[in-house]
């Protein structure tokens, strides 16, 4: 055995093989060689150890495959195939390589080869039996393919697992693109020449190359030769040296799909079972990325509908829709966008109400360029052309020359490069006819190039985030005349009562809607006073303008006959002459200083309590009739006494329901926190009482009025 100095002594395992093998180093120096190697392959007079194994080797026109087979192998990848090797008589002989990577930890420091001469063999048990392991080891690739989920795996498979078990020094696949199905793009290719990934990132279908070729006729293509091919396709032959082609299309549902190419090292005469073999092989790869492209469709769209989902339960969770709109922003970065934008008219400006990016100092720096460059109103495009047209605008590819079409400082242009801004889209928020913003999305760092699906998704958003801004403006003009109507209707201050002290509290719910409670107090010119609580049910305008309207009928009717049975009949008869389906109940009381009484009749309300002045404590009967105009009835009044020192409390059930409890339980809690309306300040006295009774938890309003004889 032949060894260069310094290398381990280990390399003398080599002695032990019964076929030629030798190492080289990094660089392709034979850095040591077994005898059967030296005897084959080297000259007496000079041994292999020391040369480079190419030239030594290889003959002119085989030298560049075995090049690229150098590289592989240097970079980590197994390699194993047939060239024409020149042995030390000077004739050329058919051998199988066996190249694998010589390793220390991760660093591939060399390569070992295995040459087993084969010339002549072609027709024995031998080769059949060479071919049978080239066609177990395509099997178990094409197996693969079965369990790929994305198109890299397959790429993956074909470029490197492929060509390993093949024995091809070169294997690359091209798919048409989606995008324009004349062209093929490159979508993997070995290590090897880097003009090649230039010459091939895209070309058309009608290229003069056998991948073309395949893809035009459907059918495979095989070249034996460096001449045939240069034949057939003048434009792809180089100076590469001798080599065989097959290309195999990749036959689709509807179309062929692209094309797998493979190159062999020399002249390679392909088996007609081997062949076979590739037109199997290129099937599964066929099927594996229809099955993949479909399955990323269902993906794509089952994302948009889960986004959709989460965005409408983001628009419909708030009437405050600047909050919400601002989450939307940030539900579509980055899935969707790099950046996303949403800006409302507001005066006849153009304010920007949203921005997102995965990035916070991204967010600063969209905000301060929004202040520095304001979008102008006159422009052709942008913004506001989307808000004067109500039409979407769409850029596929944001480039130089796209940049030069626009109206835009040369600042701006270079700041939109830097930024890397790829595709955007910029839709109108329109509802009912009215355009009441954009919503912009732009890809930049994440290099995604939008198309007319992701177009459409942004308009969907933008239908349902402008319906939510709709709603929400016409919910707080609603509940703003609302507020209104219920802030002229309930009084703002208890009326100054000779011998009496009146106070009241009212909360309003935690919801939005104001609702339908209402009181008063009436102080009448015989020195009577009359007291009154209601609630109207529902909640918004309806019930707002109805407690309105029965306020003013209770106060109507009390200047007329102030005695609860007549006042709460007149309005019985008031809904039986005015049908509604509204609900009202009704606590009506009547003070008399002079007979140090209390009349009152409770149509269907809450029973008031009483405190007396020693601290004993009461609850008037419960209501002994039904809701005002609900029943054909006789109203009935009752009376107790009603002395100095002594308080009344009338409210609305806000006070005393809670769920999942008996109302029994919520009339005693009032009775027990009665005492504590002693103290001398009754208004403060009451509030205290309201806070500690009210329930949180629940979104109803609360109405409290209280009166006590002072003398």
Known sequence: ?????????????????????????????????????????????????????????????????????????????????????????????????????????????????????????????????????????????????????????????????????????????????????????????????????????????????????????????????????????????????????????????????????????????????????????????????ERIEVQEVADRQSAKLTFLAEAAIELSSSLDYEATLAKVAQLVVPEFADWSTIDLVDDGVLRRLAVAHIDPAKVRLAQELAEKYPPDPDAPTGAWNVMRTGQSEFVPEVTDEVLEMLDLPDEQKQLVRDLQLRSAVTVPLIARGRVLGVMSWIAAESGRLYSEADLALAEDLAKRAAIAIDNAELHSQTLAAAIHLQRAVLPDSMPVVDGMDVASWYRPSGRTEVGGDFYDAIPLRDGRVALFVGDVMGRGVAAAANMAQMRAAVRAYAAADPRPAAVVGALDAM?????????????????????????????????????????????????????????????????????????????????????????????????????????????????????????????DDVATLAARRLR
């Open 575 to 699: 809904f039986g002459l005015f049908p509604t389906d509204q609900l009202v109940t009704l606590a009506y009381l009547l003070v008399d200083p002079t007979t140090d009484s209390l009349t009152f009749t409770n149509a269907g309300h809450p029973p008031p309590a009483l405190l007396r002045a020693d601290g004993t404590t009461e609850q008037l009967p419960i209501a002994d009739g039904a809701p005002l105009g609900t029943v054909p009835q006789e109203r009935t009044e009752r009376s107790v006494t009603f002395c100095a020192g002594d308080t009344v409390v009338i409210f609305t059930d806000g006070l005393i329901e809670r769920r999942d409890e008996d109302i029994s339980t919520g009339q005693q809690r009032v009775l027990d926190a009665l005492p504590g309306l002693a103290a001398d300040d009754l208004s403060a006295a009451l509030e205290r009482f309201g806070e500690h009774l009210t329930d949180p938890s629940r979104n």
């Open 1 to 289: 055995m032949t060894l260069v100095d310094g290398w381990p002594a280990r390399s003398g395992l080599l002695d032990a093989l019964d076929t030629a093998a030798l190492l080289t180093d990094a660089e392709g120096r034979v850095v040591a060689a077994n005898d059967l190697a030296q005897r084959l392959y080297g000259r007496s007079d000079v041994a292999l150890a020391g040369r480079q194994l190419v030239p030594a080797l290889f003959g002119e026109r085989e030298q560049h495959q075995m090049e690229t087979v150098l590289q592989r192998v240097l970079v980590g990848d197994a390699w194993r195939g047939l060239m024409q090797l020149r042995q030390a008589d000077g004739a050329t002989h058919r051998v199988e390589l066996t190249c694998s990577p010589l390793r220390d930890g991760e660093e591939v420091y060399g390569v070992a080869v295995l040459l087993e001469d084969i010339g002549g063999q072609e027709d024995t048990a031998l080769e059949a039996g060479r071919l049978r392991e080239r066609l177990t080891r395509l099997a178990r690739v094409t197996s693969e393919l079965a369990t790929a989920h994305t198109i890299d795996a397959v790429r993956q498979i074909v470029i490197t697992h492929s060509a390993d078990a093949v024995g091809a020094t070169m294997a690359a696949l091209s798919l048409r693109d989606p995008k324009d199905p004349g062209k093929l793009r490159l979508v993997g290719l070995t290590e090897g020449n880097p003009k090649d990934q230039e010459r091939y990132a895209t070309y058309p279908v009608t290229d003069e190359n056998p991948a073309a070729e395949a893809v035009r006729t459907g059918e495979r293509i095989v070249i034996v030769g460096e001449r045939e091919l240069a034949a057939r396709y003048p434009d792809a032959a180089d100076d590469r040296g001798e080599r065989s082609v097959v290309c195999l299309p990749l036959h689709g549902a509807t179309t062929t799909i692209g094309a797998i190419a493979l190159v062999f090292p020399g002249i390679r005469i392909l088996d007609t079972a081997e062949l076979e073999f590739f037109d199997i092989f290129a099937d599964s790869c066929a099927q594996a990325i």
